[in-house]
């Protein structure tokens, strides 16, 4: 039996203060409840090629029927991680291509991101009896919001189009035959965003020490228990380059090690078409289970409580969505670097560390990997995530030895939430001619 934690007053004026020191207003706790709901979900499949799957699904549902022909519009950053990636349910096919048309054969737009989930053994065989027919074209289309993608699906005289922008599921203008069924504004999607202006770290540990587990204990515990079971799966077969089960190979029982290779596993079999759902953090399941899975292979070492785990979670999973909300949700920058220094936060909270202790573990590990590139999802993104795992426990070690790196040293500048933000201006600015280029370069 799960412990409540503290409950909270009905004034709003009130406070809660956590073991930390910082007070923690009924109306912040709210905020980071909701956050956490709405950026905890379940997908089956690396998110991108799924939004594009989602999005024809959609417009497929809208129009009514089989389409003749469909388009799909994407932006670079879509293309770059939808291209490489193996899409499940689809016998092991790859692509933008074989996206849209599990999306067209199959696909059940009311599960959203776990919109392949119903796929038949003929789905399947029509899915890959259209594979380089022509029924699906994809084009590139520059757009100012990086997540963005259009299907247009034509059947006679018929039309019916719809767009997903903003979130991997977030729909926008939805058409048939040139009339307007529904849309998203602009200013709602910037209205949706704004709360995460709110997050930061200290705020961050009092809500992980007073939140009323109640309220997200059920998403926090299908996070664990979804993620372990694609790890375990990772562990067991030989998933894409098989980073997990080398790293567990070659390092035995070291905690470390294991708590790397899980995550790394768990990334090995969702890269290469494994049709297990993950829990995602920030739009994308390999942070999902590089914030959750070294948390609970600390927190089963430890033989911690189910609540001590459940709190420890919620750091990891707001700590990374703290630097997510000044990067934005896709980049030429890393999101498993954002992960990695959450599941090191989460693991500091275990341990019972200090608040100086984790802001300073999150600044030494942004100055030693932040700016680490994402060049698209495929089988190195877990080799990536043990990268960035190695580097965030390095800067624990340092943190705890009160040691770490300065303001003025490179990126890093006068405490955690500086550094943040200077790690979001490099990325959404500064690597927008870098992501150009990654795609550019997988593209020639």
Avoid at 166 to 179: A, D, I, S
Avoid at 217 to 237: D, H, P
Avoid at 346 to 355: Q, W
Wanted: hydrophobic share 40%; with cysteine; aromatic share 4%.
């Amino acid at each position: 039996m799960l412990v409540a934690g503290a409950s909270f007053p009905a004034n709003n004026e009130e406070n809660t203060a956590g073991k930390n020191g910082s007070l923690m207003d009924e109306n912040t706790n709210r905020i980071y409840t909701e956050i956490l709901k709405s950026e905890l979900k379940t997908a089956l499949g690396c998110t991108e090629p799924i939004a594009i799957a989602y999005c024809v699904a959609y417009a497929k549902r809208v129009l009514g029927k089989t389409p003749d022909h469909c388009d799909v519009y994407c932006t670079g950053s879509m293309i770059k991680n939808a291209s490489a990636v193996t899409v499940p349910q689809t016998g092991g096919l790859r692509g933008i291509e074989a996206a849209a048309l599990a999306g067209l054969f199959g696909g059940d737009a009311e599960q959203e991101l776990e919109v392949l989930s119903a796929i038949t053994d003929n789905d399947r065989k029509q899915i890959q009896a259209a594979m380089g027919t022509g029924l699906v074209c994809v084009h590139l289309q520059e757009h100012e919001v990086p997540l963005r993608v259009e299907a247009v699906l034509t059947a006679g005289g018929d039309t019916a189009s719809a767009e997903v922008i903003h979130t991997h599921t977030g729909l926008g203008t939805v058409q048939r035959n040139g009339t307007v069924l529904s849309q998203t504004s602009k200013e709602s999607a910037e209205d949706d965003e704004a709360k995460f202006k709110s997050l930061n770290i200290r705020d961050i540990l009092a809500y992980a020490d007073t939140v009323e587990l109640s309220q997200v204990e059920e998403l926090l515990k299908k996070q664990i228990s979804q993620n372990r079971q694609i790890a375990g799966e990772g562990l067991q077969r030989d998933w894409g380059a098989r980073v997990g089960k080398t790293i567990l190979a070659q390092s035995g029982s070291d905690l470390r090690a294991r708590a790397i290779a899980v995550a790394a596993a768990g990334s090995d079999a969702r890269m290469n078409g494994c049709a297990l759902p993950v829990v995602i953090n920030g739009g994308s399941g390999n942070q999902g289970l590089t914030v959750s899975l070294p948390v609970l292979a600390f927190a089963e070492a430890k033989s911690a409580s189910e609540e001590q785990l459940l709190r420890a979670l919620c750091v990891s999973n707001l700590v990374s969505l703290r630097q997510k909300s000044e990067i934005g949700r896709l980049s030429a920058y890393c999101g498993v670097v954002c992960a990695a220094t959450g599941a090191i936060a989460g693991i500091g909270y275990l341990n019972g560390d200090t608040y100086e202790v984790i802001a300073q573990s999150i600044v030494n590990s942004i100055g030693c990997i932040g700016g680490m590139v994402c060049d698209g999802a495929k089988s190195s993104c877990a080799d990536k995530i043990a990268v960035a795992l190695q580097c965030a426990f390095l800067g624990y070690d340092l943190a705890c030895a009160g040691a770490g790196f300065q303001s003025g040293e490179g990126i890093v500048k006068d405490g955690v939430e500086e550094t943040i933000d200077s790690v979001g201006r490099m990325a959404r600015r500064g690597m927008q001619e870098t992501n150009r280029e990654i795609l550019e370069i997988m593209m020639d």
